[in-house]
């Protein structure tokens, strides 16, 4: 699913012009030489000087409802929002254009908008974080005088989990420059330290602090950071392979899947993602398709973390060779079938799987009524209708919300 990197490359995208210019002029007077010494730094060239100016939270929050909007149709929302659901990781209840905009204004620090290419900063943004939020924004700015972050985001466009694994190459490489431009005052370097780059990883991921995240579902929280944290770790793994070429290599060479980003040896080794075939579920001709797309390996770790617990997320889901899924619903929007694969990596994996996704739809529905259950096939109704749950090989399929069968 792509809710997350395609809101979070829309806040990137644009942002309003403010006006509070002796603020502005005080410490965008920083910039210039922040982004030489993350040229330095990176080896990438700056090609010129970054404008930066500051904004109000209450115009970051006015802006992100207009441009969600603009740029994003109801059905798409709805449709977005409806697969969160049919998935269970999110309430029944959930508004997730809302929900999104309040998160993005409350983490809001600064932002570089890479089609004006101008950086802005927060009013709010505490003085001794200000030099630091420089420092990542700007290494945005850098990317995208090299390589067009605008095209390039557009680029994962045909994947969902292949768009998030680009957010996490853009956010990673920033926060890892970020990190870099720190710890050398103290006479360090990311370079030379794995523990450090554990520990600036860590950092990154906040808490405490933002009231929106903390009561957000566990899959907005997560997905939110993992570009920052997996990323970071992931751009480290590049460098060390690479070097300075690094920094050009994953913007040249994007990762296809979250899977590459969490484990950077399958990028090395180019291990691609498969798309196993959904299961039919010989639906009336009155159902068309909604919305469909991949889950990668981040995906599956959130919803069996959710529903099992982190131990079996970090067990299983890494066997995780590819996945898709697709909502088809009525005209008036009766009903909705979730169709969904998993393909793992043996049968092993995949039994591990149809378990632990056994569990998840006994706790995502209020009601689960079984008919018939074998240790490989699981039939019953739900909340939402009938459901079919099996296993054939390596591969896990579900159809859920299925009509009453006809006789």
């Known amino acids: 699913m792509r809710v997350n990197a395609a809101i979070l490359a829309l806040l990137l995208a644009c942002v309003p012009a403010s006006a509070d210019s002796l603020r502005a ?52 929302i709805r449709a977005e929002e409806l697969t969160l659901k049919k998935f269970g990781l999110v309430p029944p209840d959930f508004n997730l254009a809302d929900t999104t905009v309040d998160l993005l204004t409350e983490q809001a620090a600064a932002f570089y908008d890479y089609d004006k290419k101008k950086l802005f900063v927060t009013e709010t943004t505490a003085p001794d974080t ?13 990317a995208d005088q090299n390589f067009n972050l605008s095209h390039f985001i557009r680029q994962g466009g045909k994947s969902d989990d292949g768009s998030t694994a680009r957010l996490a190459v853009m956010e990673g490489q ?60 992931f751009q480290n793994a590049v460098i060390a392979r690479d070097g300075d070429a690094g920094f050009a290599e994953v913007f040249r060479h994007a990762p296809a899947s979250t899977q590459q980003i969490i484990h950077p040896q399958k990028y090395f080794d180019h291990v691609q993602p498969t798309l196993p075939d959904l299961p039919d579920p010989h639906l009336p001709s009155a159902y068309k398709s909604l919305v469909g797309g991949t889950l990668g390996e981040l995906d599956e770790a959130v919803l069996l973390e959710q529903f099992t617990d982190k131990a079996h997320a970090d067990d299983i889901a890494p066997h995780l060779r590819g996945s898709t899924f697709e909502l088809r619903e009525t005209k008036k929007h009766e009903r909705a079938v979730l169709l969904y694969a998993a393909e793992w990596d043996s049968e092993d994996a995949a039994r591990d799987y149809f378990d632990a996704y056994r569990q998840a739809m006994a706790k995502k529905w209020k009601k689960m009524e079984i008919t018939a259950e074998t240790p490989d096939t699981l039939t019953g109704t739900g909340d939402d209708g009938r459901f079919e749950l099996r296993r054939k090989g390596a591969v896990v399929t579900s159809m859920e919300g299925l009509p009453p069968a006809v006789n």
């Not at 993350?38 to 409802?65: R, W």
């Not at 200000?130 to 850098?142: F, G, K, N, Y």
């Not at 523990?195 to 990154?204: D, I, N, Y």
């Open 174 to 233: 920033a926060t890892w420059l970020m990190s870099e431009y720190l710890v050398r005052r103290q006479g360090q370097s990311l370079r030379t330290s794995p523990k450090l780059v554990e520990m600036m990883s860590r950092l990154s991921q906040g808490g405490g602090q933002y009231p929106v995240f903390d009561q957000a579902p566990l899959y907005l929280r997560l997905t939110l950071v993992f570009p920052y944290t997996a990323g970071m770790v």
């Open 25 to 76: 002029s005080e410490l965008c007077g920083m910039a210039g030489r922040i982004a030489a010494e993350l040229a330095t730094i990176s080896g990438l060239k700056l090609h010129h000087p970054v404008p930066c100016d500051f904004i109000t939270k209450e115009k970051v929050n006015e802006f992100l409802k207009k441009r969600v909007k603009d740029t994003t149709s109801p059905e798409e």
């Open 130 to 142: 200000q030099e630091t939020v420089l420092a990542h924004e700007l290494s945005h700015a850098i």
